[in-house]
């Protein structure tokens, strides 16, 4: 069974610049959730998708956003890209009911890299 | 005061010792609680879960619950260098869609 799938793995981007990061679950996992990484503040919690529909959002300003397919592929965008959004972006996959958070199981991530 | 507290460590344990992680929650309606263990330049990956109070063994690793005390922890006995490594409390309230993670405690076993 493969695992999630993170793309591109790694990029270098500009300030002000826009970046999209996709995402693709475990095969029958409807919940995806991304996670930015950094050293100092650990995993923040960015947003949590399930059936195309945005469920929770964290503490993040709106240059960041999100959405989900159809086949529960997910995409995050973030635009006018700053020095601080420099960070490991995780996404994680989930085979949650509706209400049930259950375990997440992460991809390799995507290192962004912001000049 | 933070949602998930754990100490960063790092916590330095020999071979075959026991190492003890804890973490506490600031959310009493929290319900479910996870540890992952996170590699230097990896992701991080799911090793134990537990949902109600009491111990819960999984080969070498224990995970421990006190909902009272808001206070959960995770055992590893007979560490070995490959539990070298981050690892992360999460937590979870029911119905929301959120798995708030700790800032993780380094550990070190060493040979």
């Known amino acids: 069974k493969a695992g999630v799938t993170q793309t591109p793995r790694y990029l270098i981007k500009t300030r002000g610049q826009q970046v999209t990061l996709s995402c693709s679950p475990i095969s029958g996992h409807r919940s995806v959730s991304w996670y930015q990484q950094t050293p100092g503040q650990g995993l923040q919690f960015l947003f949590e998708?399930?059936?195309?529909?945005?469920?929770n959002k964290g503490n993040f300003p709106g240059r960041f956003s999100g959405r989900q397919f159809s086949n529960s592929r997910s995409e995050m965008n973030v635009s006018t890209l700053e020095l601080g959004d420099s960070a490991l972006y995780l996404c994680a996959s989930s085979n949650r009911t509706a209400a049930n958070t259950g375990e997440l199981f992460f991809g390799e991530g995507s290192r962004l890299t912001v000049l | 005061q933070k949602e998930v507290e754990q100490n960063s460590g790092p916590l330095s344990v020999p071979e075959g010792a026991i190492a003890s992680l804890n973490c506490t929650y600031s959310d009493r309606v929290s319900q479910s609680f996870f540890w992952y263990r996170q590699y230097s330049g990896k992701s991080p990956e799911l090793i134990m879960s537990?949902?109600?109070?009491g111990d819960k063994e999984d080969g070498r690793f224990t995970a421990q619950l006190n909902k009272a005390s808001q206070y959960v922890s995770l055992l590893i006995r007979d560490s070995q260098p490959s539990d070298s490594a981050t690892y992360l409390c999460?937590?979870?309230?029911?119905?929301?869609?959120?798995?708030?993670f700790g800032t993780g405690t380094k550990l070190q076993v060493i040979p």
């Open positions: 998708y399930f059936s195309e529909t945005q469920r």
């Open positions: 537990i949902y109600s109070n």
């Open positions: 999460a937590v979870n309230l029911w119905g929301y869609q959120k798995v708030t």
